[in-house]
Every structure is written in structure tokens, then in C-alpha cells.
């Protein structure tokens, strides 16, 4: 059974820095697209970044130049840097491959205060 667990969030200052990581039980891990999506209470699930089996990635408009997605195709691990973060960027954080989603796991919360 296909799992992904989220660490890293936490409660954090407007300006500060996180850093999440997510380990996927996924053995054709290296030939999946991945994402880091986000969603905050009555709201839907939205994508906030991806990245390509060739490392190219994506970003929604408003993360761009302050989050910054990764990979580490040996760990089957997905990382996400959050920097300049801001009150509007508190949700609950998933990851999850890009297309075909699996079941999703816990999240990670990110709160950030102003």
C-alpha cells in the first residue's frame, strides 16, 4: 500500500523559513511526477509546487521565488523549502504524485503568524 508521510511544519513567524520533507512507501517513486499540495479548513485542495522525474519544476504564482520543491530519488523523499512565508501560506501540507493521486496521508500543519 502506497504511503506518504509529511514532517517539518510547525508554527513559524511571517518572514521565517520551513522546510518539509515527505517519504513515499512508492517503489516506482523515480518515475513519478511529485507535488506538495496544500489545503486550509472549507477550502479545497490546491497544488503549490511540482516536480519532474527530470527535476524540472512548477510552482503556483504565489510561492514563486520563496518556495523551492525538491527531490531525492534514492530516500523516495520529496522535499519542500518554504521561505518569506506568510500568514496566507498557513494550511495543512500534502504531498503526493502529480497526476493519479494516491491516498493521501496526514499532512504536516504550517501555521504562520503575523
Known amino acids: 500500500q502506497v504511503q506518504f508521510v509529511e514532517s517539518g511544519g510547525g508554527l513559524v513567524q511571517a518572514g521565517g523559513s520551513l522546510r518539509l520533507s515527505c517519504a513515499a512507501s512508492?517503489?516506482?517513486?523515480?518515475?513519478?511526477?511529485m507535488a506538495w499540495y496544500r489545503q486550509s479548513p472549507g477550502k479545497q485542495r490546491d497544488l503549490v509546487a511540482a516536480?519532474?522525474?527530470?527535476?524540472?519544476?512548477d510552482y503556483t504564482d504565489s510561492v514563486k521565488g520563496r518556495f523551492t520543491i525538491s527531490r531525492d530519488n534514492t530516500k523516495k523523499a520529496v522535499f519542500l523549502q518554504m521561505n518569506s512565508l506568510k500568514p496566507e501560506d498557513t494550511a495543512r501540507y500534502y504531498c503526493n504524485t502529480r497526476t493519479a493521486p494516491y491516498n493521501w496521508g496526514q499532512g504536516t500543519q504550517v501555521t504562520v503568524s503575523s
Open positions: 516536480i519532474t522525474t527530470g527535476g524540472t519544476t
Open positions: 512508492l517503489n516506482t517513486f523515480s518515475g513519478r511526477h
